[in-house]
């Protein structure tokens, strides 16, 4: 992944994966979940060199965290914009 959009495409696909998972696991075991919930399991799924900050006015946190909004508001939705 070079180019910048690459990973954006790849962002919004791993939340649209975390979402449905963690859902999944809410649905089933009763307990409710929030975005912090997706935001964490997504930088557990991330590689150790992925190309985003950890750090700085627009931390890797902050965009997942973002992403998080905007997927489950239904503004990004990875299969529109590939």
């Known amino acids: 992944m070079s180019r910048p959009?690459?990973?954006?495409?790849?962002?919004i696909a791993r939340v649209e994966i975390s979402l449905a998972k963690?859902?999944?696991l809410a649905a089933e075991s009763g307990v409710a979940f929030?975005?912090?919930d997706i935001v964490?399991?997504?930088?557990?799924?991330?590689?150790d060199d992925y190309r985003l900050p950890t750090t700085g006015a627009h931390s890797r946190r902050e965009l997942i965290?973002?992403?998080?909004?905007?997927?489950?508001s239904g503004k990004l939705q990875a299969a529109a914009v590939n």
């Open 65 to 72: 965290a973002r992403t998080v909004r905007d997927v489950i």
């Open 34 to 36: 929030s975005p912090l």
């Open 22 to 24: 963690v859902a999944h």
């Open 40 to 47: 964490d399991d997504v930088e557990r799924g991330l590689p």
């Open 5 to 11: 959009e690459d990973i954006v495409f790849d962002l």
